[in-house]
């Protein structure tokens, strides 16, 4: 298989994970985070927040993280994940992400855990990766990356 072939290869795979992870994990933020807020007391307008806002707060913390994490990949400058705002955001996005899919079910365990947290991480990761996914630069900075990879490996790199 060619270098192109491989790299649009990689792009359709990013695209077909991305189409599949972000449309579970945002449906079912709506869904654990609608069950979540009917736990709270009737009359208590916090009952519409997590499945209202919750998603949305996912699509832009990841998104961002993801558009900064991949703009500085570019750059081949230093990984903004390093800031810990950032890593707040996603910190924060993870957590309430989890806790609303434990919290809504009457019966929380340790296989609801797991899943709440397989299922944000699958979800998460998906919208971290739309902005590399969508990038013109993919192939640039894999070609880079791959060549800087073989020259410290002690292959063939430019002389």
């Given amino acids: 298989m060619s270098e192109r072939g491989a790299l649009r290869g990689l792009r359709v795979l990013m695209w077909v994970v991305i189409a599949v992870e972000v449309p579970v994990y945002l449906v079912w933020l709506v869904q654990v985070g609608y069950?979540?807020?009917q736990e709270l007391p009737r009359g208590d307008v916090a009952r519409w927040a997590p499945p209202v806002l919750l998603p949305p707060a996912a699509?832009?913390?990841c998104v961002?993280?993801?558009w900064m994490w991949w703009g500085a990949v570019v750059a081949a400058t230093r990984s903004p994940l390093r800031e810990r705002?950032?890593?707040?955001?996603?910190?924060?996005?993870?957590a309430f992400s989890v806790f609303c899919g434990v919290a809504?079910?009457?019966d929380p365990s340790f296989s609801v855990g797991l899943l709440s947290a397989t299922v944000t991480g699958l979800g998460m990761t998906g919208?971290?990766?739309i902005p590399a996914a969508a990038s013109r630069?993919?192939?640039d900075v894999i070609r880079r990356r791959s060549r800087r990879t073989d020259t410290?490996?002690?292959g063939a790199g430019p002389q």
């Fill in 104 to 106: 809504s079910v009457d």
């Fill in 85 to 94: 705002w950032i890593v707040a955001s996603l910190v924060f996005v993870a």
């Fill in 127 to 129: 919208l971290f990766f």
């Fill in 64 to 66: 961002m993280a993801g």
């Fill in 59 to 61: 699509v832009l913390f």
């Fill in 152 to 154: 410290a490996v002690g």
């Fill in 35 to 37: 069950l979540t807020g």
């Fill in 137 to 139: 630069q993919l192939p």
